[in-house]
T-cell receptor
Framework: EADIYQTPRYLVIGTGKKITLECSQT?????MYWYQQDPGMELHLIHY???????EKGDLSSESTVSRIRTEHFPLTLESARPSHTSQYLC??????????????FGPGTRLTVL | QQPVQSPQAVILREGEDAVINCSSS?????VHWYRQKHGEAPVFLMI?????EQKGHEKISASFNEKKQQSSLYLTASQLSYSGTYFC????????????FGSGTRLQVQP
């Protein structure tokens, strides 16, 4: 069973505030990802990391930034939240093996509302 | 490029069968299937690797046709618990980049 955690689960915040969404995994996975998903809609990759000190932007342009200082931790930061950032943010991790390429395990998500 | 899923939505009665398709315009090395229930995170169902293998999990199975660059998910004798949105994720070069997910197929199983 996957052990990947996200906090907070729900966040309501005012415009202009700086926020950090936390994501941690205890599986020792090298690869971690952040997705943005509006309710009932598709998953958009916004950031991913191959390992410590490795981060890349995904397909969807995002004003957020990420860091990967420790293998197990992949926080996402919004310097100045805006209503357009309102969405669900899903964190995932994976470990590449010969048998299971990049099978991703998802955290429970953070539902962000910016007023 | 994002894979194309069809149909976008399907409504079934308990016990009926359904097929969900996932097609890509790029060469595929792997196809991953996930199910997401309302308000929850996507849950991994199965992975299919290049080679045309077919996999199954209880009454859910899938096939991968690398020539056609598509995968199909088969739900047999559907149960209420099968309701949710099904996403396919396609992988390119092994071990590189992230999966690219389709737009999802909403499946609703009614009593």
């Amino acid at each position: 069973e996957a052990d990947i955690y996200q906090t907070p689960r729900y966040l309501v915040i005012g415009t202009g505030k700086k926020i950090t969404l936390e994501c941690s995994q205890t599986m020792g996975h090298d690869k971690m990802y952040w997705y943005q998903q509006d309710p009932g809609m598709e998953l958009h990759l916004i950031h991913y990391s191959y390992g410590v000190n490795s981060t890349e932007k995904g397909d969807l342009s995002s004003e957020s930034t990420v860091s990967r200082i420790r293998t197990e931790h992949f926080p996402l930061t919004l310097e100045s939240a805006r209503p357009s950032h309102t969405s669900q943010y899903l964190c995932a991790s994976s470990e590449y093996t010969n048998r299971e390429q990049d099978t991703q395990y998802f955290g429970p998500g953070t539902r962000l509302t910016v007023l | 490029q994002q894979p194309v899923q069809s149909p976008q939505a399907v409504i079934l009665r308990e016990g009926e069968d359904a097929v969900i398709n996932c097609s890509s315009s790029k060469a595929l090395y792997s196809v991953h299937w996930y199910r997401q229930k309302h308000g929850e995170a996507p849950v991994f169902l199965m992975i299919l690797l290049k080679g045309g293998e077919q996999k199954g999990h209880e009454k859910i199975s899938a096939s991968f046709n690398e020539k056609k660059q598509q995968s199909s998910l088969y739900l047999t004798a559907s149960q209420l618990s099968y309701s949710g949105t099904y996403f396919c994720g396609t992988g390119g070069v092994p071990g590189r980049r992230a999966l690219t997910f389709g737009s999802g197929t909403r499946l609703q199983v009614q009593p």
